[in-house]
Nanobody, 123 residues
Framework: QLHPVESGGGLVQPGGSLRLSCAAS????????MGWFRQAPGKEREGVSC????????YYADSVKGRFTISRDNAKKTVSLQMNSLKPEDTAVYYC????????????????WGQGTQVTVSS
């Protein structure tokens, strides 16, 4: 079964930074909008950021706007999420997902999901 692979998670202090990467080598990325979602313990999975197939349009949840930056390289088949000024409430498992539909926050719109990478923000 096809799925992207996330990396880059870890433990970071509040105010710190992490860069998540999503490798989708089995896909022709030009066809897919790509999103980052996260799920904290006991909470539903929520959308964090999304980028259109061309990279021209980006979207962010209000909670991360101004702190996170999404980017993509279709030739390298990767999508990245630069996370700055991290807060304890950013602690979650972060997932990369692909959709043939336009960017949305609805998890049901995304057909392919990675296994997730843990991000923990704590002092």
């Amino acid at each position: 079964q096809l799925h992207p692979v996330e990396s880059g998670g870890g433990l970071v202090q509040p105010g710190g930074s992490l860069r998540l990467s999503c490798a989708a080598s089995e896909f022709t990325l030009d066809y897919y909008d790509m999103g980052w979602f996260r799920q904290a313990p006991g909470k539903e999975r929520e959308g964090v950021s999304c980028i259109s197939s061309s990279g021209r349009s980006t979207y962010y949840a209000d909670s991360v706007k101004g702190r996170f930056t999404i980017s993509r390289d279709n030739a390298k088949k990767t999508v990245s999420l630069q996370m700055n000024s991290l807060k304890p409430e950013d602690t979650a498992v972060y997932y990369c997902a692909l959709t043939l539909a336009p960017c949305s926050w609805d998890v049901n719109d995304y057909k392919y999901w990675g296994q997730g990478t843990q991000v923990t923000v704590s002092s």
